[in-house]
């Protein structure tokens, strides 16, 4: 059954993805998941971006996620704006208190073998699988060096492929940081995720694939591909009116989204703001 999508969202809004069936899965614990993406923290606490100040914003944004109880952070890149280690030390001090794994994945922005370092498993060039209650969780490197565009890589495309046979039967969430679908927002298209087609063929070979998650657009996006949930993130340090053909502020404010995966294979979702 396709999932069912809002159009309006704060922080009561509930979207139910009530996706694809799989076969019958026992309703255990339900993995409530903050998505936290495009936080471009820059080495200097102080400096701004886009006239802001993003480590201010992530700061109070990260205390409404602390009293939602989070069972785990998904950090979908873009988490640095300039790569520095000094840039993932603040991450570090900002995600710490929260007391809850964090599962990242770069960004455009992110040195890779920087973030792997601060957070083990970070993808760099190899695809990273974890389980979380009756889900797995599958994160992808989708960066190119030197380049805002994305692309899913052949060996990371033929890892995935082995992962999904190997557990055809379990309940999955693909998480990358360019979108592998156009979100209508000229500004943020031009560097989407490039040559999507086999990935999007890959994920629909396999009923198992519950949603794919995404930051890098500074909106809230949801669609459905056949059953699947295609959700885009907005950011917790500026987002962007949605259709804009440059990047215009829209009046969300930082926000993140929240993610829960329940133990029969639907899933719930909302966006959570300040």
């Given at each position: 059954m396709a999932g069912i999508i809002c159009g309006a969202y704060d922080n009561t809004t509930t979207q139910i993805c009530r996706t694809r069936g799989t076969g019958?899965?026992?309703?255990?614990?339900?993995?409530?998941?903050?998505?936290?993406s495009d936080c471009h923290l820059p080495a200097n606490p102080d400096h701004t971006y886009r006239g802001i100040n993003p480590y201010r914003n992530l700061e109070a944004l990260l205390k409404t996620v602390k009293s939602l109880q989070p069972?785990?952070?998904?950090?979908?890149?873009?988490?640095?704006e300039d790569g520095s280690q000094d840039s993932y030390r603040l991450i570090q001090d900002l995600f710490?208190?929260?007391?809850?794994?964090?599962?990242?994945?770069?960004?455009?922005?992110?040195?890779?073998?920087?973030?792997?370092?601060?957070?083990?498993?970070?993808?760099?060039?190899?695809?990273?699988?974890?389980?979380?209650?009756?889900w797995q969780i599958i994160r992808l490197n989708s960066c190119l060096h030197n380049n805002p565009c994305g692309r899913l890589s052949n060996k990371t495309l033929s890892e995935l492929e082995r992962l999904l046979v190997q557990h055809s039967d379990q309940l999955s969430?693909?998480?990358?940081?360019?979108?592998?679908?156009?979100?209508?927002?000229p500004w943020i298209d031009k560097y989407r995720m490039l040559e999507p087609g086999p990935f999007l063929a890959l994920i629909d070979q396999y009923p198992n694939i519950k949603a794919v998650v995404w930051?890098?657009?500074?909106?809230?996006?949801?669609?459905?591909?056949?059953?699947?949930?295609?959700?885009?993130?907005?950011?917790?340090?500026?987002?962007?009116?949605?259709?804009?053909?440059?990047?215009?502020?829209?009046t969300l404010g930082p926000a993140c989204r929240w993610l829960e995966l329940q133990g029969d294979g639907n899933l719930k979702t909302h966006i959570v703001s300040v």
């Open positions: 019958t899965h026992v309703a255990t614990m339900t993995v409530n998941i903050a998505q936290i069972d785990l952070i998904l950090a979908s890149g873009d988490l640095s710490d208190p929260l007391g809850v794994p964090v599962l990242a994945l770069p960004g455009n922005h992110d040195d890779p073998g920087l973030l792997a370092d601060v957070y083990p498993g970070s993808p760099t060039d190899s695809v990273q699988a974890t389980q979380h209650g009756n969430l693909v998480a990358v940081h360019h979108q592998p679908v156009m979100v209508e927002s930051g890098h657009i500074h909106q809230v996006f949801d669609s459905d591909r056949n059953g699947i949930a295609m959700l885009g993130s907005p950011s917790s340090a500026i987002n962007g009116v949605a259709g804009a053909e440059k990047f215009t502020p829209d």
